[in-house]
């Protein structure tokens, strides 16, 4: 084989090596449109998130175990719940599968015209997020007390955002990560209702592959539902931070998947430890290889030469649609210590762990952080 065509062959292997490995996370925050209120012709009672109290200091005991039993009805009107669909947004943080919630039949909301692609959003408000459009103001207003700041935060607000996936992204699992959204929030991706969150002051992810059509635009709508005197202070309201949309290959480092510790420090030497939770999103159980390397984190957050300490790499089994975690231990010569000036030094490490499935890497995922004991 001629010297060029070796060079162009071994650089496209590399180059496919490293589009597999590749994790992006990107800001969506730019180019929103925005709204205040449902459509004129929908009963926005059709999409409460739960039973709401029609007054204060209402009895709903009753009324909330019955919407929990039968999520076919909120009230007497017979008006349904999005509870039952949101909730299993939070199935990872139960560890027990049996408590896990199943998500119904149905796609409740599908037909509110917000939702839909064909929807002619040009009209609402462009903006950049984060946004809360209670601060907006204006200020004292009618029936929002001091103690939430007399600014507009109850009420109702929807979110639209197109989306341009390439068809290169077709096999990778997508995600949607809200850093928070006040309150009730709701998500729907071309017109599928994907679930939601509805505490305001949690950070959120929601896993849009199955709605996700590679090669086009994807619509987003999300809706945000405060209720009057929700709040004992002030709450903000809607997107009010980051919103990114994570893609990585299906098997990969779960969401907040690495655990580090420094069970013991000294001047001398300091033991890391750390525990990796591998995500296997594809259909078909997997071995993966999981390696972690440890640099010096320096300026501007880049690892500094070459790696000061290596984790012994280890092979876990990940079945179908499920999770495993792997850990392992190292000991670090001499660690520069965290602590804060002026006496000490601020300083930092990073660990970067790769997955590898049959020799080629398929995630990398980094954990900064510092060694010291309290």
Not at 12 to 28: G, H, M, N, W
Request: charged residues 20%; proline residues 9%; neutral net charge.
């Amino acid at each position: 084989m001629p010297n060029n065509l070796l060079i162009a062959t071994l650089c496209l292997l590399a180059s496919v090596s490293a589009s597999t490995a590749a994790r992006e996370r990107i800001s969506i925050n730019d180019n929103w449109r925005f709204a205040k209120g449902d459509p004129t012709n929908v009963d926005s009672r059709a999409l409460l998130y739960d039973v709401r109290p029609v007054s204060r200091g209402e009895d709903q005991q009753e009324r909330l175990a019955e919407a929990t039993a039968d999520a076919s009805k909120v009230d007497a009107g017979g008006h349904p719940v999005l509870k039952p669909w949101i909730l299993p947004s939070g199935n990872r943080f139960i560890k027990d599968p049996s408590k896990r919630f199943v998500r119904p039949e149905g796609n409740p909301g599908a037909d509110i015209p917000f939702v839909q692609a064909a929807f002619d959003d040009r009209a609402w408000r462009e903006l950049d997020l984060p946004h809360d459009w209670a601060i907006e103001g204006p200020f004292k207003s009618g029936g929002v007390g001091g103690g939430m700041g007399r600014l507009p935060s109850p009420g109702i607000g929807w979110y639209r955002k197109k989306l341009d996936i390439p068809a290169s992204d077709a096999g990778k699992s997508i995600f949607l990560d809200v850093d928070g959204a006040m309150a009730y929030a709701a998500v729907w991706l071309n017109g599928q209702l994907v679930g939601g969150w509805p505490y305001g002051y949690n950070s959120w992810r929601l896993d849009l592959t199955p709605h996700v059509v590679s090669g086009g635009e994807n619509q987003l709508a999300v809706r945000m539902d405060n209720p009057p005197d929700f709040s004992r202070w002030y709450p903000g309201a809607g997107l009010y931070r980051n919103v990114w949309l994570t893609k990585t290959a299906p098997v990969h480092v779960g969401q907040w998947g690495t655990y580090l510790t420094t069970p013991q420090v000294s001047a001398t030497s300091a033991t890391l430890h750390l525990e990796v939770t591998v995500d296997n999103d594809s259909a078909a159980e997997v071995e993966v290889e999981v390696a972690s390397e440890i640099f010096v984190l320096g300026a501007e957050d880049r690892p500094e030469g070459k790696p000061v300490a290596t984790i012994q790499p280890a092979m876990v089994t990940v079945g179908a649609k499920s999770s495993a975690s792997v850990s392992g231990s190292v000991v670090l010569p001499r660690p520069r210590l965290w602590g804060p000036p002026q006496q000490q030094q601020p300083n930092r490490y990073l660990a970067v762990t790769t997955l590898s499935r049959q020799g080629k890497p398929c995630d990398r995922y980094e954990t900064p952080f510092g060694i010291r004991s309290i």
